[in-house]
């Protein structure tokens, strides 16, 4: 070999291959989420329906509800589709999640994935900036793929523990349709010694009160404006890391020895980034203070004793399948619904109260800001002074 020749990299050929095979896949996006989610709801269980006694004891409890929420006064006043229950299965949640939400999960894919974009690349190994060069490779061919099957797994693991179609709080299209997954019903009733048509009933208040206040235009606006920054916010994140990563290993040899992947893990947060995620906990905050409103009025009378309630909510929150899924989107289940009770109890009592926000889910100037929603009386303060 003459001295100005580079030494060949015994897993050049390998890489090469590699590459080769990644592009001759062609893998759909689309595609991969459903294999994984597939792989997640591999179960007999998450596939057949529950028993048609079963389904239609739900459904009579489903009627009821509707029938209970028509006196709640403030329920009347919001527009949007009536409502129906579809009896589903895990799959069919993962399904709706799937088709429902796939713009933001498209941003979420682009985002894991560091915003690489899958294509062709010529890897030249042998120089000193081997490593990095692999390193960029990789993640530009694999990154969207490994992104879009994580996304398929977390969707399937998460369908396996929802309890309807509005479990997240998160904005699925407004249709005339509400799944409630009766198989998970009975294994939280089970778990937390509550009877099922307890559980099934406020369930269904609960898919009712959210789906109508999710269907209001300045709910549906703010929750697309403060999902897109956060998914944005968190792409540029992860690009910075595997930036920071590419750079340390071309600059300094022994970078790997050095390495410490929780440092490059924690990324500076703007003002700008902490002053949006505020507004997305406020947003999903408001929508819960709504079912904490109308619990309120007709709860006690419906079910006497609700402590059971919070039992339920605290196993929720304990899932990790529902806690993994909100998180990724910036949503902190537990902080929301504590956030939620406190507002709600702070509005009970005050009718003026509970009609301006009714209003401010068509009017933003009225919307409670993340200070506002902590203290009632900052947002009575500023409904004064405005007028």
Do not use: C
């Not at 009579?60 to 028509?70: N, P």
């Not at 009733?189 to 099922?196: G, K, S």
């Not at 040899?253 to 924690?266: C, E, K």
């Amino acid at each position: 070999m003459a001295d100005s020749e580079e030494p060949i990299n015994p897993f050049q050929f390998m890489m090469d291959d590699i590459m080769k095979a990644i592009g001759a896949a062609n893998v759909d996006p689309q595609g991969l989420r459903r294999q994984f989610m597939g792989l997640a709801l591999g179960n007999d269980a998450a596939n057949e329906l529950p028993a048609m006694s079963e389904r239609n004891r739900v459904e009579s409890l489903f009627d009821l509800a509707s029938r209970h929420l028509e006196t709640v006064g403030f329920m009347s006043s919001l527009t949007g589709p009536s409502r129906r229950l579809i009896v589903e299965r895990p799959v069919d949640i993962a399904e709706r999640f799937l088709d429902g939400l796939k713009p933001y999960l498209d941003l979420l894919a682009s985002a894991l994935s560091g915003g690489a974009q899958s294509g062709s690349m010529d890897l030249a190994l042998g120089s000193e900036a081997d490593f990095a060069s692999l390193a960029a490779s990789l993640s530009a061919s694999l990154g969207p793929m490994f992104s879009n099957a994580q996304i398929g797994s977390l969707v399937g693991h998460y369908a396996l523990s929802a309890l309807g179609s509005q479990d997240l709080l998160l904005p699925l299209p407004s249709v005339g349709e509400l799944g409630i997954v009766v198989a998970n019903l009975q294994r939280v009733a089970r778990a937390v010694n509550v009877p099922l048509d307890e559980l099934a009933l406020y369930w269904s208040m609960r898919e009712l009160v959210v789906a109508r206040v999710m269907a209001q235009p300045v709910i549906l606006d703010r929750f697309d404006t403060e999902l897109r920054l956060y998914l944005l916010d968190l792409k540029a994140d992860t690009t910075r890391m595997m930036e920071s990563f590419a750079e340390g290993a071309m600059s300094d040899p022994n970078f790997l020895a050095n390495f410490d992947p929780s440092a490059m893990l924690q990324q500076s947060t703007s003002p700008a980034q902490v002053e949006n995620v505020a507004q997305l906990q406020t947003t999903t905050a408001i929508v819960e203070s709504f079912v904490e409103l109308a619990m309120a009025q007709i709860g006690p009378g419906v079910f006497g004793s609700m402590s059971w309630i919070d039992t339920v909510n605290q196993y929720l929150d304990e899932d990790p399948g529902r806690s993994v899924m909100a998180s990724v989107f910036g949503v902190d289940l537990p902080e929301v619904r504590v956030r939620a009770e406190r507002f709600a109890r702070e509005l009970a009592d005050s009718p003026d109260d509970v009609v301006a926000l009714v209003a401010a889910l068509s009017d933003p100037t009225g919307f409670p800001s993340p200070e506002e929603l902590d203290n009632a009386s900052l947002w009575r303060l500023r409904r004064s002074v405005d007028g």
